[in-house]
């Protein structure tokens, strides 16, 4: 069969002993699987997948300061290709729904028993065997694309101005760039970190950040409707980007900005 692909597991549950035991429910490198990163809250967890670029999340819904379909969202933006697998408890059904619209790979109850985990990891492994082949032939296409056209600067020009007229939409991301463009996301993230030095995520962060910036500056708005006014709907994550940014969080950088 040649050589197998080893793909990168990341397990984000709020409770420890949760995630321990899912690690030890299965050998994860007989089904061609690797924990590669474990956490136990949205932010961390962020920041943790960017670094080690899963290719399967598990994680549950429930979570303090970011829930799981919020960390599944920001994370999809960064990295669409992504699988997620959302853990829940039995009365959480009712977010299924937002879960498929996320287009979120399984959806797997707790207590996670071994032989499902088995099953559903047998199964992912299978889909993503399937994308990597064909990711490989549309990479050899875009290699030629890449060194034979003078469109690659156009392109990221058009994802510029787009990513400017539609980055109030908390939706946007690689997924709409590329359907607007016509290219695979894969392409698209290659040139345009080429062209431009920074990510999809970071380019939009940075010019999210710069209009929030300017309206705490210039308006009296709160800073939670600053937040929706950028294209970020949950508050907390506004604040968490902000102090990054700026090493201070918004409503401090307003009353240094009123003394």
């Not at 474990?38 to 960017?50: E, I, R, V």
């Not at 549309?138 to 058009?158: C, H, P, R, W």
Request: include cysteine; aromatic fraction near 12%; proline fraction near 3%.
């Amino acid at each position: 069969m040649g050589e197998e692909c080893m793909y990168n597991v990341m397990l984000v549950d709020d409770e420890e002993e949760v995630r321990v035991a899912i690690e030890k429910k299965i050998n994860w490198e007989d089904i061609g699987f690797k924990v590669v990163g474990s956490a136990g809250n949205g932010f961390d967890a962020l920041d943790m997948a960017l670094e080690c670029r899963p290719d399967v999340v598990m994680t549950d819904i429930n979570m303090p300061f970011m829930n799981g379909l919020e960390f599944s969202k920001q994370l999809k933006a960064e990295l669409p290709a992504t699988k997620f697998v959302i853990l829940s408890g039995y009365d959480e059904f009712e977010y299924a729904k937002e879960a498929i619209e996320l287009s979120v790979e399984e959806y797997i109850l707790k207590p996670v028993n071994s032989d499902e985990l088995y099953q559903l990891f047998s199964r992912l492994k299978e889909r993503l065997d399937n994308e990597v082949d064909i990711r490989h032939k549309l990479e050899q296409l875009e290699k030629y694309f890449m060194e034979n056209t003078s469109n690659a600067g156009d392109i990221v020009d058009k994802a510029k101005a787009y990513i400017l007229e539609h980055y109030k939409e908390s939706d946007l991301s690689v997924d709409k760039i590329c359907s607007y463009l016509n290219v695979t996301p894969n392409y698209f993230s290659t040139l345009f970190r080429k062209k431009t030095g920074l990510t999809f995520v970071t380019y939009l962060t940075n010019l999210r950040m710069e209009k929030a910036k300017w309206l705490l500056d210039n308006t009296d708005e709160k800073a939670y409707i600053i937040a929706g006014m950028i294209g970020i709907e949950e508050p907390n994550y506004f604040s968490y980007v902000f102090k990054k940014a700026y090493g201070i969080s918004p409503s401090k950088y307003r009353q240094q900005r009123g003394n």
